[in-house]
């Protein structure tokens, strides 16, 4: 158990949906992080927060939004669903923005079936 | 962008016997992780490399940052049935003007099947 809780476990929807991936890191860590897992892609990733700020980003599509709250949870957006966002979306975390935070730790991920 | 090329794509392997898998880049890395993930998980990190020529162990994995920071390795012993798995090398890419954050890109994979 990595201490990174993401809720909920598994999602199906329809296209044109919105749904909302929630994530909780590691007691302590600062930054959380979303990635996207897919056969095509593989584990690419998507964005990061760092103390409730937005620290970087990658290839995360406009329709999609991530944020991170006061009590460090986050959140990642997916709206207009298509097909091809079919994927399991990880949250992870880490400490903070130092070079250890590259030791990031994974949750359990949510797996999101758009039809 | 920077890539991760890792090799075997799998590996089918007797219990017990010794496991290698390594990743390469064109591109240099400062940090190399390496990652398990089993079925309906999430990966799980297994080592962490910080300087060229460093090798670290985590019980029967070892793995080693590369001396040309393009490569790393990993090496699992006596492998057991648990270890069943895909193993993701993992490393920041190059990031002069501070705009990736603390991103990580990964390799594609190898999968590590065991007979016992």
């Known amino acids: 158990d990595s201490g990174v809780t993401q809720t909920p476990k598994h999602l199906i929807t329809a296209t044109g949906q919105r749904v909302t991936l929630r994530c909780s890191p590691r007691s302590g860590d600062l930054s959380v992080y979303w990635y996207q897992q897919s056969l095509d892609q593989g584990l690419q990733f998507l964005i990061q927060?760092?103390?409730?700020?937005?620290?970087a980003k990658g290839n995360i599509l406009e329709r999609f939004s991530a944020q991170q709250f006061p009590d460090l949870h986050s959140e990642l957006n997916l709206s207009s669903l298509e097909l091809g966002d079919s994927a399991l979306y990880f949250c992870a975390s880490s400490v903070g923005v130092g070079g250890s935070s590259y030791e990031q730790y994974f949750g359990p991920g949510t797996r999101l079936t758009v039809t | 962008g920077q890539q991760l090329n890792q090799s075997p794509q799998s590996m089918f392997i007797q219990e017990g016997e010794d496991v290698s898998m390594n990743c390469t880049s064109s591109?240099?890395?400062?940090?190399w992780l390496w990652y398990k993930q089993e079925p309906g998980e999430g990966p799980v990190l297994l080592i962490a490399l910080y300087k060229a020529g460093e090798l670290t162990s985590n019980g029967r994995l070892t793995a080693q940052f590369g001396i040309t920071r393009k490569d790393s390795f990993l090496n699992i012993s006596a492998s057991i049935p648990s270890d069943v798995g895909i193993y993701f090398c993992?490393?920041?890419?190059?990031?002069?003007?501070?705009?990736?954050?603390?991103?990580?890109?990964f390799g594609a994979g190898t999968i590590l099947r065991v007979k016992s």
């Open positions: 993992a490393g920041p890419p190059d990031d002069v003007h501070r705009q990736y954050g603390n991103k990580l890109v």
């Open positions: 927060y760092y103390n409730g700020e937005e620290r």
């Open positions: 591109s240099i890395f400062n940090t």
